[in-house]
């Protein structure tokens, strides 16, 4: 029921969760855990992001720096010159572009090129950001990136039941501050030698206490692993530390917390505390989760961002063991019941691979459809993969049998070419034939001047309202299958808007918003056509009202192309 009722404002976007929404990861970085320089090329990174669409992506997040363990700081200026080309190229394209980010001036550049969603690892805890999205209407993803764990002997990201930003922020600097004093003198705090209790032998340094609930991961991958550690742990130290030329702050807090849990992920499990079960206790755990996600949530609401902008994310591998995600991943039903649209970013991590044994992080889809699958049935509403293609079709294929879900579409059918009215109607048959899916009601069928091409005979036009069960994209399939088998010509010889056999358009779907080349919805051209415009005023009162209610502009007739002009028959 919570899946029903929760809606996302996006900008100029509203998602509604009567299905799963499916976010597309894309990094424009070189060196991510799983795809790093894969799309670090402008052109094929909005390529891949337009190959993610028309596969079944909802969203599409962008990010210029890579936040996994042991990552190097990036900039401001760099991170902005990697992810603007690529959010105002998708967004040109129809799609929701959610900007991966934690600076603030990133944020700012993205959404005026049309990113229609902040999501901030850091959750929010820098007043600037949030100064900058209570004056927008983009949507926003609260992640907890921290430590969670309630052990006495090091101490984790402090993060209590209402505390507001100011004073979760207040005590990180201060850990910060000391925490570059020692390193600058060479020593280390008592504080510091706490929290790093764990770390194993690097470049000189001395072995220290293991930390009692440490796991040992199956294997790790190229940024998560035992390399990563060893080769970037000095790297991130000096640039938080204000290493000249780092490009870093002075201090980075975000690459202090993923160096321990690099580290961590490595160290050797004491055995001499012993647990009696498989799992930490879960309560401390999602306190701090919980607490935290809630905190920042009233915090941008007091600040004026409206609620139904706000998303959350509990940050799964951000500072935190195997055995907590597990637990934060097992208590999904739990956040959901905050009221908030809950988002499950866990593809390809190192929990993923520990579970399933699979050492390389590509090789992790099928665990990773698992997992979101577990989080999908205990409230989940979006779910964040590197392999949108394979998730799409595993995500339908439960869909179709867990979740009888009818929806409301139109579909617009024109022919000039051939038997127009015949081929009207055949093609209302086959239609009718496609698997989940019916024929609720028709239009009359009109006649109409040719569009965008004048020089053609005039067209016979009608729309069809359907009920159907199947996706967005795969309907769209069945109708392209239903041209070929009437004879659609779709050659390099067939001219752009010129004579055809049949067209089938998917106009509009109830709850739908798509981008890319292979399919927009609502139908970017339906507002100026009205060959589509008066055949759907026998199906519905006042088209132009509701969709100009969706958010789709409507001309007024005398401003539109293609006008009836005569009636033909009925469909």
Known sequence: MAQDVKAWSCGNYTLTFDRPRIMGVLNVTPDSFSDGGEHFDPEAAIAHGVAMLDAGADIIDVGGESTRPG?????????????????????????????????VEVAKAAVRVGASIVNDVTGFTDPQMVEFVKSSTCGVIIVHAGEVSDQPTHARTAVQLDTTAAAYMAERAREAEEEAAAAKSGRGSKRSRTRLLGTPKLSGGFVQQQLPFTEMPNGSDAGEGAQAAEELVDAAGSASAGEPGSGA???????????????????????????????????????????????????????????????????????????????????????????????????????????????EAADRDAATFGVCLGAIENGANIVRVHNVAGFAQFLNGFWSVARPQPRRAFVALGSNKGQRLDNIRAARDLIAEIPLTCVSNCSRIYESEPAYEVRQAPFANAVIEIKTELAPTVLLDELLEIENRLGRNRTKSARPNGPRVIDCDLLWMDGETHGGDKLRLPHPKLGERDFVLVPLEDLMHDPARFFRYEGVPVLEPEERIGHVVGELGTL
């Open 249 to 359: 702050v002075m201090t980075d807090e975000l690459a202090t917390v993923m160096n321990r849990a690099a580290r961590q992920a490595q160290a050797y499990v004491s055995t001499s505390q012993l647990r009696r079960f498989t799992l930490p206790d879960s309560a401390p755990i999602m306190r701090r989760i919980m607490g935290f996600l809630s905190d920042q949530a009233r915090a941008l609401m007091r600040a004026g961002v409206a609620r139904e902008r706000i998303c959350i994310d509990p940050g799964a591998g951000f500072g935190k063991s195997t055995n907590e995600d597990i637990i934060i991943q097992r208590e999904t039903a739990k956040m959901a019941s905050l009221g908030y649209p809950l988002l499950c970013a866990v593809s390809r991590k190192r929990f993923v691979g520990a579970v399933s044994g699979v050492e």
């Open 71 to 103: 990552f190097r700081p990036v900039d401001a200026d760099e991170e902005a010159r990697r992810v603007l080309p690529v959010v105002r190229a998708l967004a040109q394209r129809g799609a929701i572009v959610s900007i991966d980010t934690r600076h």
